[in-house]
């Protein structure tokens, strides 16, 4: 069992930044590939970023390549996503989640565990 929780949301507007945490607890983090994702209202829940279990294999969805950048530190149980030059289509719930090893890392089928969600707000 792994616990997730997500922080940094909150409301900022169009070109500015922030930082999501995911801090995890429960069954060894550092052995999960690690994957966030949003949900906008009316939307289904989309791949927004994923990062193997060490850190060196990233995954991007074209919507925020280039603008975002996700990373782990195992040492903390933590992952992140930095999110820059930010647009009111990013405005979504975010949440964070760890994949079953040896699958599709954009699917989120392919994800075992998920956090309870963190609310961004993009202001125009």
């Known amino acids: 069992q792994v616990q997730l929780v997500e922080s940094g949301g909150g409301l900022v507007q169009a070109g500015g930044s922030l930082r999501l945490s995911c801090a995890a607890s429960?069954?060894?983090?550092?052995?999960?590939?690690m994957g966030w994702f949003r949900q906008a209202p009316g939307k289904e829940r989309e791949f927004v970023a994923a990062?193997?279990?060490?850190?060196?294999?990233?995954y991007y969805a074209d919507p925020v390549k280039g603008r975002s950048t996700i990373s782990r530190d195992n040492a903390k149980n933590t992952l992140y996503l930095q999110m820059n030059s930010l647009k009111p289509e990013d405005t979504a719930v975010y949440y964070c989640a760890t994949a079953r090893p040896g699958e599709n890392l954009y699917a989120p089928s392919t994800y075992e565990y998920w956090g309870q969600g963190t609310q961004v707000t993009v202001s125009s």
């Open positions: 429960g069954r060894t983090f550092s052995s999960y590939s």
């Open positions: 990062l193997s279990w060490n850190g060196a294999r990233t």
